[in-house]
């Protein structure tokens, strides 16, 4: 019998509150970054560093669209990061517009598509919709695959971890700046009362 494995957002790892999902956008105004290069995006850490690894995973180390001159596409990069061997390694790609309403979708098998533990994989996807590439606001990934007993799984990564800003911590160097400027101000009035003391005494 089959049995699937959804993952959201690509992690097995919790989650703190820090940590949120930025959607994979198409980069029309910057698609390059500030080295001249197009512009790459990673989705979530793989657990390569725990001390248990998943039996069945697959990770998204990378992935860029590009606007091409007769048709953009979608390259990435694929790795195992389970024990075993993933079979029949598909990557689907959805595509939304601003209001959330799916445009259409596409796949492709990776190149090979079969992917030994801790072994890297490609794929490129073509996309020859105009409507697609006019109107995408975000997009979001499917990985599908098989192990030796032809089980299927899949992860549905909807965008890359970014680290959120702790407000906190901005409240903590706004309130030291404060403290500061206080201190400075305090000096301030100190020096100008010693200058009107010796002020006095030169009378």
């Not at 024990?83 to 445009?103: C, M, P, R, W």
Request: no cysteine; net charge negative.
């Amino acid at each position: 019998m089959n049995t699937t494995d959804v993952i959201s957002n690509q992690t097995t790892i919790p989650q703190s509150e820090s940590i949120i999902i930025k959607p994979f956008t198409i980069p029309r105004d910057e698609p390059y970054n500030s080295n001249g290069l197009p512009y790459t995006s990673s989705s979530a850490d793989s657990n390569n560093n725990s001390l248990t690894k998943p039996v069945n995973d697959l990770v998204l180390l990378s992935q860029r669209y590009n606007d091409e001159r007769f048709g953009d596409e979608i390259i990435g990069e694929i790795l195992n990061n389970g024990t075993i061997t993933a079979e029949y390694a598909k990557v689907s790609v959805s595509f939304y517009d601003e209001n959330g309403a799916i445009l259409g979708s596409d796949f492709t098998y990776t190149d090979p598509s079969t992917i030994a533990p801790d072994q890297k994989t490609a794929f490129n996807i073509f996309i020859t919709s105009d409507t697609i590439e006019d109107d995408t606001e975000t997009y979001e990934f499917i990985l599908q695959w098989q192990n030796n007993d032809f089980n299927d799984f899949s992860k549905r990564i909807t965008g890359e971890q970014v680290q959120a800003i702790d407000n906190d911590d901005n409240d903590n160097d706004d309130d030291n700046n404060d403290n500061d400027n206080d201190d400075n101000n305090n000096k301030d009035r100190d020096g100008n009362a010693l200058k009107r003391l010796n002020n006095l005494f030169r009378k």
